[in-house]
């Protein structure tokens, strides 16, 4: 695990996130009145780069000895945040650069040197592995990050797409209910009309057969069983 400073920062330079593994000397130091400056020109510095995917490597103007690291954050080809990592002593001070830093700063020295042994030891060539180790990590993450985003908008787009299908489906089928609803209503209407039609057809029909019978009776009682005749039975 490294435990080294670090803060995540806007474009504006104001901190997006809380500050990770902030060591006494790392708040003393901000906070000092002749040090307010620095941060705010590191910010302008490194938001200064051409290349905006490459971790860039600083050190502190007080501090010769302290190193610092900036790692720009892009989604899309665009830099969004910074982070900022680092304030580790490359090697140990010795007491008059302790008192000519502690002087620089204008804070007591007993707070001052207490504050500064929880400053973490980075070899130079150590800090920077671990910076392009965290940088390429980063931008990996930032690139999957925004696959996963994008696939979250197709998804929330086809998952519309999908509702909308899915109305009209209901509507076609809704549609399709009242449209069998009509043929039924008509194919009892109609079935209801061929029963009266039918009922009311028969009467006429059986008038007629009597009325054939009759004059059948009456063929054979008057004219007999005359073979000439037989053309007209029923």
């Not at 502690?102 to 007993?110: D, G, R, S, T």
Request: glycine content about 2%.
């Amino acid at each position: 695990t490294f435990r080294i400073s670090s803060l995540i920062i806007d474009l504006e330079g104001n901190p997006v996130a809380d500050e990770a593994h902030a060591h006494d000397f790392c708040r003393l130091v901000r906070h000092s009145s002749n040090n307010q400056d620095f941060y705010q020109k590191i910010i302008d510095q490194t938001l200064s780069f051409p290349d905006q995917s490459k971790v860039v490597f600083f050190r502190h103007p007080f501090f010769e000895e302290m190193l610092f690291a900036f790692i720009p954050i892009v989604i899309h080809g665009k830099h969004l945040a910074s982070w900022i990592s680092g304030q580790v002593l490359e090697k140990e001070l010795s007491d008059e650069k302790v008192l000519e830093y502690q002087k620089k700063l204008n804070i007591p020295f007993e707070e001052f040197t207490g504050a500064l042994q929880t400053v973490p030891f980075f070899a130079e060539e150590e800090f920077k592995k671990i910076h392009f180790f965290l940088n390429e990590s980063i931008q990996t993450l930032s690139y999957f990050g925004c696959r996963c985003h994008d696939l979250s908008e197709k998804n929330i787009e086809n998952q519309k797409l999908i509702e909308i299908e899915n109305r009209k489906l209901k509507e076609n089928e809704e549609k399709q209910n009242i449209l069998l609803k009509k043929l039924e209503e008509s194919n009892a209407e109609l079935k209801q009309f061929a029963y009266a039609a039918s009922h009311d057809l028969k009467e006429p029909l059986r008038m007629i057969n009597n009325f054939l019978r009759l004059i059948q009776r009456h063929i054979d009682k008057t004219y007999g069983k005359d073979s000439k005749l037989d053309e007209f039975s029923f």
